[in-house]
């Protein structure tokens, strides 16, 4: 099993709501001082998803998929402040714009999207200029995916699935133009 890969380090308190990752991994890599400073991600697994522990733990984001994400609310989570993190495997249907419509008006904070694996690897993940999943594996699989190349407004230059079509066409002419 992987461990949880947060959209923007650092990672502040996150609740994970799936079993897909490892705990123990998690608490070890806690001391890898190069990759998250000194104490480590913040960040805890509760794999039988949102209860009395989670709320106790009272993360600022939360990582889960979006069927468990739809029945909760602010006052669920009323220390939620930085994102939520909606997790899907391989082959699922994506979040569509009235999913995030939804979302943001619920609990007001940045929505971002993750593809993982059966292993718990990341397979593709959402960056903060919101276009598009950055591919992070090669074992992703792409049937049917519109694939931009193009570098992405957040600064990375691997390519990105599901990215919108016109904003990648608006960027090619914009620099054609210049």
């Known amino acids: ?47 039988d998803g949102w209860g009395p ?23 669920a989570i009323p220390s939620l402040t930085h994102a939520l993190i909606v997790l899907g495997r391989p082959g699922a249907d994506r979040l569509t714009e009235e999913d995030r419509d939804r979302l943001w008006n619920t609990f007001r904070v940045p929505v971002f999207e993750q593809v993982i694996g ?27 995916e519109y694939m931009d190349a193009s570098p992405c407004p957040c600064g990375r230059k691997t390519p990105r699935i599901g990215g919108t079509q016109g904003a990648a066409l608006l960027r090619r002419v914009a620099a054609y133009a210049r």
Not at 22 to 43: A, C, E
Not at 53 to 74: I, K, S, Y
Not at 121 to 141: I, M, N, Q, Y
């Open 53 to 75: 522990e989670a709320a106790a733990f009272a993360p600022a984001a939360v990582a889960a998929t979006l069927e468990q994400l739809c029945p909760l609310d602010r006052q």
């Open 118 to 144: 059966k292993s718990g690897e990341l397979l593709a993940a959402e960056c903060e200029a919101h276009d598009g999943l950055h591919l992070e594996s090669s074992r992703l699989p792409l049937e049917n």
């Open 1 to 47: 099993m992987e461990v949880f890969e947060y959209p923007i380090p650092p990672a502040p308190r996150t609740a994970v709501l799936v079993p897909w990752f490892s705990q123990k991994r998690l608490d070890r890599n806690r001391f890898d001082k190069n990759r998250f400073g000194k104490s480590g991600p913040p960040v805890r697994v509760f794999a």
